[in-house]
């Protein structure tokens, strides 16, 4: 039985998306294009032949033509898949370290190559070591051992 109904619903699917007007056509590539086929990760619901990928553009066809807005449809598949879906997700509080993460990386390696690199002109610029005291020292060391 689910079966069947899975299969009604894709020749629905399908038949919406031979219905749409060139406007709602041009909104609905866009929209494929910018949602992440959750079997492939790889690729586009546009590029990708997955079932899953095939189901979802069911979905943003359907709602084209039931007249949902973009957000609205991007808001129910996120709302339904998670922010993975999208390859732009929202600025939130769960996705701040995927938005801020590479610059924070960026500036924890110019910190580091800048310490690296103080750290060398400071060996660098030490003085030079005179060896007759550092004889001097160790003989004074050999003596107090003995």
């Known amino acids: 039985m689910r079966t069947a109904i899975a299969l009604f619903l894709v020749a629905i699917g399908a038949a919406h998306a031979a219905d ?15 949602l992440r086929c959750l079997v492939c990760q790889n690729q586009s619901i546009a590029e990708s032949n997955a079932p899953l990928a095939a189901d979802l553009r069911d979905q943003v066809s359907a709602q084209i033509i039931a ?10 598949l996120t709302a339904r898949y998670g ?18 993460s590479p610059g924070l990386l960026l500036i924890a390696g110019l ?4 310490r690296v690199a103080r750290r060398r002109a400071d060996v660098a610029a030490a003085p ?4 007759s005291k550092v004889q001097e020292l160790l003989r004074r060391v050999e ?3 003995s």
Do not use: C
Not at 23 to 28: F, G, M, S, V
Not at 67 to 76: H, Q, R, V
Not at 111 to 114: E, P, R
Not at 128 to 131: K, M, Y
């Open 20 to 34: 749409l007007s060139a406007d709602q056509d041009a909104r609905y590539q866009a929209l494929i294009q910018e």
């Open 143 to 145: 003596e107090h051992k």
């Open 83 to 100: 922010d993975f879906v999208r390859y732009r997700p929202p600025l939130n509080s769960r996705t701040f370290l995927l938005w801020f």
């Open 128 to 131: 030079a070591v005179d060896q």
């Open 111 to 114: 910190a580091i190559a800048w």
């Open 67 to 76: 007249g949902k807005s973009d957000d609205e449809i991007l808001d129910y």
